[in-house]
DNA sequence: AAATAACGCTACCGTTTGGTAACTTATAAA
DNA sequence: TTTATAAGTTACCAAACGGTAGCGTTATTT
């Protein structure tokens, strides 16, 4: 084996142990909460020592930070990969549901969290912000369209249109309908995607 | 003055004080949440040093306990007060601009927090459970009767409906739209009731 | 085979936080 | 005036947690 095959490797493993870690942090977040998650929980989690994470993260907040720049990402690969195809409405319809079955999946919401603390170190992350950003940009334009097309309230401002469909990603009604309601994965994204749409009111009828 | 009164008026002293460190506790719980909070804060807060807190409530569970069981009390006596002349429909909207404006007004939602940790110790106080549980009955009978009036959707379930009306209670979007939207109050709870009720999709043209 | 670099871990540190012991002060009764 | 009681505080403890020093072990190089 060649000296490059052997460092090429050695990388691999290491950014394989990498992802092994934003997959256990963002499990436990899904599970706990920032504040609950010690440093040790990951490092079980993962089947490493503490002082091995931070040969890979610095800090809990920076670790934290990656495995949401992570959810970004995918977010942002599961957007670029709809085909040209679907009309904005649909498009927003697949993103809840995609969203809505990583939660079930044990996953966690790519809502910047409602923590205080969380939510400012990770306003203060560039890389981070960017791609948030990013994100943000795409949707509003998908949001514009979807009114232009009159598959959204054309009354809301594209404010309380996104932040509201953030929201319904990272929805406790899913928690409660999963724990009370005995609800099977595919009712709960049929009932959130109906409830965010159109809303717990009278519907036109059809 | 009599034996009698002297106790009263420390009876009364004692009770004002306890409502100080509950209004206390559930300023900070809104602002940073229950793991955040330290029972030094607290104190400060009311302006008593730590050990006097626990002559009143023995503990930091304890505590946020009695705050949110006094919350679901103003709920149900918010509830209660509503003229019978209010249609279904009304009294959830009702209850809805209330609840948005404990909020903005720096108050705590009553949805069972979304922590695990909190939502395990508040579902072990029976006086707790038994408060929520009426609340529950009471909306749950409110929706039946506004569905029989074809005022909600008829097409979903009552569970699926509050679980749902509950989260916009404590809806994130609130903050984003304080944050970043720079509506002012009246205008966020105008919004957040049209996305409640009739959602982000497009609306039948009145 | 010797030297060295990388890796992972045990054991530890400093700080924070929930909770308490015990001292001080003020009040009320006798 | 003296004694007993209640309230409030300072000062503290033990546990938990983020983070690190430094050692042992393995693997790689010469």
């Known amino acids: 084996m060649s000296f490059l095959g052997k460092l090429r490797f050695k990388d691999q493993t290491f950014k394989l142990r ?26 079980d ?22 495995a949401m720049i992570r959810l970004v990402d995918e977010a942002l690969a599961y957007l670029e990969q709809q085909p040209d195809t679907m009309s904005p409405l649909e498009r927003l319809r697949c993103l809840l549901e995609w969203a809505l079955r990583v939660r079930l999946g044990g996953g966690m919401p790519f809502l910047p969290s409602t923590s205080a603390h969380v939510r400012a170190f990770l306003t203060q992350s560039l890389r981070y912000v960017t791609r948030a950003l990013k994100l943000h940009r795409l949707l509003d334009q998908v949001v514009s369209d979807a009114k232009r097309n009159g598959e959204l309230a054309s009354e809301l401002p594209n404010d309380v249109i996104l932040y509201s469909f953030y929201s319904r990603t990272c929805d406790p009604a899913v928690e409660y309908l999963r724990l009370y309601g005995k609800y099977d994965d595919d009712a709960i994204v049929a009932h959130m995607q109906s409830v965010c749409f159109a809303g717990i009111g009278t519907r036109p009828r059809s």
């Open 18 to 43: 990498e992802n092994a870690i934003l997959d256990a942090t963002t499990k436990l977040l899904a599970a706990k909460g920032f504040d609950l998650i010690t440093m040790d929980d990951v490092a």
């Open 45 to 66: 989690e993962v089947g490493l020592s503490k002082p091995s994470l931070y040969k890979h993260f610095k800090s809990k907040e920076d670790l934290v930070t990656e």
